[in-house]
Structure formats: structure tokens, C-alpha cells
């Protein structure tokens, strides 16, 4: 079977009602990134930085998947499907994608802000302040934060070298090392970008754009690669 690789971004969530970052009226128009998503904003005010996440996990635990994330399960039939998601949330898991890689994180994990090496499953929808790890530190999101490691990076890169077909969906790709995958992409290797707004492709990537929502976009292109009609 030929490897099908995605990295997928907030859009692909979008009309699952989670809120992309930078679009209007994306998060990072109500919230200052640097409060709520660096190591210095959780040293600054961690209460800020919990009641953030929090809220977002309770969001998200309302929310389920749509055809986008379907489609792409649907796309398991024909290919060796494999998921790099930017997104914290769990909905490509949910809706039933075998092999999902997370570059940022899970919003339903915590991790010890001591060892980011001890992550634990939530329950419920909330991490308190007084939560603690086995070591006795503060439990904080298992999310990478700016200016973070993003370890996930090795396996994505080697997963991206694999690939037969790339396709990008719901991704702005602004936010580095994420967006440099790109880079990795084999040459010739047929490259599909999935958004309702341009996105700036590098120079050297020769996509094919399909300029939808994901729901559709993605509809468009099982329909291109197998034929298969909904
Ligand atoms: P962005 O908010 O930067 O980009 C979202 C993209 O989704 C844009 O290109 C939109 O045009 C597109 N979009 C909007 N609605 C869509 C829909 N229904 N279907 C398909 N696409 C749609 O989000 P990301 O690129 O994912 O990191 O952002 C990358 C990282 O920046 C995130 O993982 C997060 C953020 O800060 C951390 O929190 C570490």
C-alpha cells in the first residue's frame, strides 16, 4: 500500500466548532499567545494559563468529528494512511484514524512541569492548581508552548520522507518546525492543500490546491485519488 501522509492544523477541527488560532476571529485574536501559551506566561500566572486550557478541554469534550476527519478514515481502504495533527485535540482518534502523531501535544493529557517525560489522562475536564504528579510538582497541559522542544519532530520528519502523497489540511502553516515538513516531502512526490484561504506554500512545493473547507476539500480529494464518488 502507498503511504498517505497529512498534517493536519486547527481548520481541519473547524467545523467541528473549535476555533482555529489565526483566522478572524481565531483564539489568538482574544488572547495574548504569549500569556497563555509560553513558559513565562505559566510562570507568570498559571492560573491564566490552566483556566485557558481548561476551558478549551471542556469545550472540546462537547464537540465531535467531522467528514473531514471521516474522510480521512475513509482513505485507510486505499492507503497506508498516517496523521501528523498540529492540533492538541483527539478528534482524528475519535473518529477512528489508526495512526495519529501529535507535534503539539494532547489537551486531554497533563503533563508534570517538572518531567514533561510523566504525562497522565485527565479525567473530566479539568487540571486544578494543586494537582500534582507522582514527584509532587504542579500538573500542568500536556501542550507544547512557544519556544518549547517539539520532540515530535523526529518521527514526523521520518514519516514525511516515507510518503507517496502529502496532503495538508487546515493549516496556516506559520508556526515552525511544524510547517517545515514541508521540506521533507520527497520531490515528486504529488502534494494536495486542503483550505478555503490561500496559504503560502513554499516556492519550491509544486501543490495542487483545493480551496474548500475541510468537509468538502477532502470529499474532492478521495474523489480525485480513487474515484470514489460520495
Ligand atoms: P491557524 O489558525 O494558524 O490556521 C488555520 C488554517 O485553517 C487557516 O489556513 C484557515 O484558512 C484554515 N481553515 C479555517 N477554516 C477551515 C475549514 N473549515 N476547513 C479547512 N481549513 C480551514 O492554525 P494552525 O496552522 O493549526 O500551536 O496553527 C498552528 C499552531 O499555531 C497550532 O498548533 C497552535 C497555534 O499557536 C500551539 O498552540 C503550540
New binding site residues.
Given amino acids: 500500500m502507498k503511504k498517505l501522509v497529512v498534517l493536519s492544523?486547527?481548520?481541519?477541527s473547524?467545523?467541528s466548532g473549535i476555533r482555529?488560532?489565526?483566522?478572524m476571529g481565531?483564539l489568538w485574536e482574544e488572547y495574548d499567545?504569549l500569556e497563555v501559551?509560553s513558559p513565562q506566561g505559566w510562570e507568570n500566572n498559571p492560573e491564566l494559563v490552566q483556566n485557558f486550557y481548561n476551558e478549551r478541554r471542556k469545550q472540546l469534550l462537547g464537540c465531535s468529528p467531522n467528514k473531514g476527519h471521516y474522510g480521512l478514515v475513509d482513505l485507510e481502504k486505499y492507503y497506508d494512511v498516517e496523521i501528523i495533527t498540529?492540533?492538541v485535540d483527539d478528534l482524528h482518534e475519535r473518529a477512528g484514524s489508526k495512526k495519529v502523531l501529535h507535534l503539539?501535544g494532547e489537551l486531554l493529557k497533563a503533563q508534570s512541569s517538572a518531567d514533561p517525560e510523566l504525562v497522565y489522562e485527565i479525567d473530566g475536564w479539568e487540571i486544578k492548581m494543586g494537582d500534582t504528579c507522582e514527584k509532587g510538582s504542579q500538573l500542568r497541559p500536556n501542550?507544547?508552548?512557544?519556544g518549547e522542544p517539539v520532540p515530535a519532530m523526529i518521527p514526523a520528519m521520518e514519516i514525511t520522507r516515507q510518503s507517496d502523497i502529502f496532503v495538508v489540511?487546515?493549516?496556516?502553516?506559520?508556526?515552525y518546525p511544524?510547517a517545515s515538513l514541508l521540506d521533507y516531502v520527497p520531490r515528486g512526490v504529488p502534494v494536495y492543500v486542503?483550505?478555503?484561504?490561500d496559504?503560502s506554500v513554499p516556492f519550491n512545493v509544486n501543490a495542487e490546491v483545493i480551496r474548500e473547507?475541510?468537509a468538502k476539500?477532502v470529499e474532492i480529494l478521495i474523489e480525485k485519488l480513487t474515484g470514489d464518488k460520495k
Fill in positions: 492544523g486547527a481548520g481541519i473547524a467545523e482555529t488560532f489565526r483566522d481565531g499567545i501559551a498540529q492540533n503539539h501542550v507544547v508552548w512557544f489540511v487546515g493549516t496556516s502553516l506559520n508556526v511544524a486542503i483550505d478555503p484561504e496559504v473547507k475541510a476539500g
